[in-house]
C-alpha cells in the first residue's frame, strides 16, 4: 500500500510566523504536490514536483513556496504566516506512469491567529 | 483551461441507488477520474474511465460520454459508510506535465 504521510494533523501558529509542512511518501513516485481544501472551493493546487529538486507553481502559490530535497519528501513553506492561510492542506504523491491516480495524505489542517 | 461542474450535495438513503453527475470542460481531454473523502480523511482515488461506457467496481460503477462531456459515479445498495464527499477530475490537457483539475465535489449524505 502506497503511504503519504504528513508531519502534523493539526497546527496553530501565529500571524508572521514561518511554517514548515512536511510530506512523506513511501512508494518511490516522482511526482509530488500540496494542495489546499477550503469549503465550497474544491482542492486547489499551490506547487507541485514533478523530480527531486523540480517544483513548478500551481493556482495559487503566492505566499508559499516549496522544497524537494529528496525524492521521497516534500515540504511546503509559508514563509510569513497570515490569516488567510488558514486551511485544510493535503499533501498527494503519483507515479509519472500512472498519471490519473493519486495517493493524498491524511492533511493538515493550520490555523493561524 | 478546465472546469468541472457537479452539485454541491445528494441526499439517500440506505440500500438505494444514487447518481453523482459532472460535467466538464477541458482543451484536450483523456479521462475522467472519481476521488473520495470521508469528513476528516483523505481523498481516495476510486476509478478512471479513459472511454465511453461504464466501468462497474462491486457498489460502485462509472460511466463516460465523451461526446457529452459528461460522466457519473454510480452508488447501488447504499450504506452509511458511504457518506462522503465526491470528486470527479480531469487532467489538465496541456502539453508537457499534466496535473490533475478537481471538481468542487459533491456532498453525499446517507440517512437510515
Known amino acids: 500500500d502506497v503511504k503519504v504521510t504528513q508531519s502534523s494533523r493539526y497546527l496553530v501558529k501565529r500571524t508572521g510566523e514561518k511554517v514548515f509542512l512536511e510530506c512523506v511518501q513511501d512508494?518511490?513516485?516522482?511526482?509530488m504536490f500540496w494542495y489546499r481544501q477550503d469549503p465550497g472551493l474544491g482542492l486547489r493546487l499551490i506547487y507541485f514536483?514533478?523530480?527531486?529538486?523540480?517544483?513548478e507553481k500551481g493556482d495559487i502559490p503566492e505566499g508559499y513556496s516549496v522544497s524537494r530535497e529528496k525524492k521521497e519528501r516534500f515540504s511546503l513553506i509559508l514563509e510569513s504566516a497570515s490569516t488567510n492561510q488558514t486551511s485544510m492542506y493535503l499533501c498527494?504523491?503519483?507515479?509519472?506512469?500512472?498519471?490519473?491516480?493519486?495517493?493524498f495524505g491524511p492533511g493538515t489542517r493550520l490555523t493561524v491567529l | 483551461g478546465q472546469s468541472l461542474e457537479q452539485p454541491s450535495e445528494v441526499t439517500a438513503v440506505e440500500g438505494a441507488i444514487v447518481q453523482i453527475n459532472c460535467t466538464y470542460q477541458?482543451?484536450?481531454?483523456?479521462?475522467l477520474s472519481w476521488y473520495q473523502q470521508h469528513d476528516g480523511g483523505a481523498p481516495t482515488f476510486l476509478s478512471y474511465?479513459?472511454?465511453?461506457g461504464l466501468e462497474e467496481t462491486g457498489r460502485f460503477s462509472s460511466f463516460l460520454s465523451r461526446s457529452d462531456s459528461y460522466g457519473y459515479l454510480l452508488l447501488q445498495e447504499l450504506q452509511m459508510k458511504d457518506s462522503a464527499s465526491y470528486f470527479c477530475?480531469?487532467?489538465?490537457?496541456?502539453?508537457?506535465?499534466?496535473?490533475?483539475?478537481f471538481g468542487t465535489g459533491t456532498r453525499l449524505l446517507v440517512s437510515p
Open positions: 498527494a504523491s503519483r507515479s509519472s506512469g500512472d498519471i490519473d491516480t493519486q495517493y
Open positions: 512508494m518511490d513516485h516522482e511526482n
Open positions: 514536483s514533478y523530480d527531486v529538486k523540480m517544483k
Open positions: 477541458t482543451s484536450g481531454f483523456y479521462g
Open positions: 474511465n479513459a472511454l465511453d
Open positions: 477530475a480531469v487532467r489538465d490537457g496541456g502539453t508537457g506535465f499534466q496535473k490533475l483539475v
